[in-house]
């Protein structure tokens, strides 16, 4: 799944750092620190994987349905 904005993938990779323990956790704060505690390592590979060119800077918002 890759991540659909700039801001997903800089806190996915937040999150896998602290998540791997190369930051401490308290230094997480907001999306990044729901990441850590809801996603497993290998879903947060995959967001912080994406490469960032072509992405908009925020996800549009999603129609209700």
């Not at 904005?5 to 996915?12: F, G, L, P, V």
């Not at 997480?28 to 912080?48: D, H, V």
Request: proline fraction near 8%; glycine fraction near 6%.
């Amino acid at each position: 799944m890759p991540a659909r904005s700039k801001k997903q993938q800089m806190a996915a990779g937040a999150a896998l750092a602290a998540k791997r323990g190369q930051t401490p956790e308290s230094r997480l704060r907001g999306a990044s620190r729901e990441m850590e505690q809801s996603m497993t390592e290998p879903e947060l590979e995959a967001l912080a994987q994406t490469k960032r060119k072509g992405l908009p800077t925020k996800a549009p918002r999603r129609k209700r349905k």
